[in-house]
């Protein structure tokens, strides 16, 4: 007679739902650590390199609970895919629920509920799809901690102070609660970085490739983002008018000095 060896029976929870539950931990930390700080202490938290943290902690940190968990590694490829998924989902809806419920007001004006009963729930949900943005963001911000220094020894470009673009001022917002909150912070965190982005890009533009587009359409539409772009040189000129523009507005500019014409007052 074989007698067939016993298996345990395995009653673990699936891993997405171990991440989700572990997120609950973090929630708590979270919020008791953001109740307890004084006032004083937020305000010179929520800037320039302190949003990283404060952001990243909302929208890295339930994804790399997740990863960190021993079933999830375990788990396969699916689990790591719809893990820190599920894991960074669930964080944010309880974490909305729970700061209208605590310390929000259920009457009186909700960008959430305007838009709801505008537009209805399925456009409402729909427009949850600008999480998906949060990687892209993300990078963004390493090339400007990580690139443009470099160029900063490199090219002489200027540095800018992360504080004076990234900060964070409208959680002092009466009223403000729940989704309404996190993404007003999300997107103010998106507008500074964006903001210190486009100062990069215009200052490398300006130095390094200061010539005006072929199409005038082009021109137009970029001149909202980059206004000295009517002072490049002509593509026609060809060479020669980009090395008269580097005479007229680099030569004998000291290095860590090369920035864009308005920074240097020729607009």
Not at 36 to 50: A, S
Not at 78 to 93: D, E, H, Q, R, T
Not at 159 to 178: N, Y
Not at 249 to 261: F, Q, T, V
Request: hydrophobic share 50%; with cysteine.
């Amino acid at each position: 007679m074989i007698i067939a060896a016993a298996q345990p029976m395995n009653n673990a929870l699936p891993p997405e739902l171990l991440a989700a539950g572990a997120t609950v931990g973090l929630l708590i930390a979270l919020n008791a650590l953001l109740v307890i700080t004084p006032r004083l202490v937020k305000d010179k938290l929520f800037v320039g390199f302190g949003v990283d943290a404060v952001i990243g902690l909302f929208t890295l940190g339930p994804f790399a609970l997740a990863i960190a968990l021993p079933a999830v590694r375990q788990g396969g490829w699916k689990a790591w895919l719809i893990a820190p998924g599920v894991s960074a989902l669930f964080y944010l809806f309880v974490w909305c629920v729970l700061d209208e419920a605590v310390r929000g007001k259920r009457r009186g004006f909700s960008i959430r509920r305007r838009w709801i009963r505008s537009d209805g729930w399925m456009r409402y949900a729909l427009g949850w799809s600008i999480l998906l943005a949060v990687p892209m963001f993300w990078l963004v911000r390493l090339a400007e901690v990580v690139v443009y220094p470099a160029l900063n020894v490199a090219w002489g470009l200027p540095r800018l102070r992360t504080a004076e673009f990234i900060a964070l001022s409208r959680h002092k917002t009466q009223g403000l609660v729940g989704a309404d909150y996190i993404f007003c912070l999300y997107c103010e965190w998106m507008t500074g970085l964006w903001s210190l982005g486009t100062e990069m890009l215009r200052n490398i533009e300006s130095m390094w490739c200061p010539l005006r587009f072929g199409r005038a359409d082009q021109c137009e539409r970029c001149q909202a983002i980059f206004p000295d772009i009517e002072r490049w040189a002509d593509p026609e000129e060809g060479m020669a008018g980009l090395d008269r523009f580097y005479e007229l507005h680099y030569e004998g500019r000291p290095m860590g000095a090369r920035s864009h014409l308005g920074a240097c007052g020729e607009e």
